[in-house]
């Protein structure tokens, strides 16, 4: 059973950082796609940064740019995000998921496995 638990979120001021842990159990991370999303309050879930470690590939939405930076530890079965110069439009919902298949899509009915989620709330 492939379990992803998230931890790391908090409150911060505009300008500050914060990194999310993604630990996964169930399931190998660097053999397929995991990613990070986030849903603001009122507001359909999108993805933030995606990796594959096998495919050399990363995405990053153009809204968090070079702000935030996804990383994993194979070794830990851990993927995390590294978020800076927090804004207060990174309030959110974020949320560690996991996919099966071969690519890496930014849709999120495209991925399998999710975590409870994490909040972030950046106050300015």
């Known amino acids: 059973q492939v379990q992803l638990v998230e931890s790391g979120g908090g409150s911060v001021q505009a300008g500050g950082s914060l990194r999310l842990t993604c630990a996964a159990s169930?399931?190998?991370?660097?053999?397929?796609?995991m990613g990070w999303f986030r849903q603001p309050p009122g507001k359909e879930r999108e993805a933030v940064a995606l990796?594959?470690?096998?495919?050399?590939?990363?995405y990053y939405a153009a809204s968090v740019g070079d702000r935030f930076t996804i990383s994993q530890d194979t070794a830990k079965n851990t993927v995390y995000l590294h978020m800076h110069s927090l804004k207060s439009d990174d309030t959110a919902m974020y949320y560690c998921?996991?996919?099966?298949?071969?690519?890496?899509?930014?849709?999120?009915?495209?991925?399998?496995?999710w975590g409870q989620g994490t909040q972030v709330t950046v106050s300015s």
């Open positions: 990796i594959h470690d096998g495919r050399g590939y990363r």
């Open positions: 169930g399931y190998t991370t660097g053999t397929a796609c």
């Open positions: 998921a996991a996919e099966n298949g071969a690519y890496c899509s930014s849709r999120p009915e495209d991925f399998d496995y």
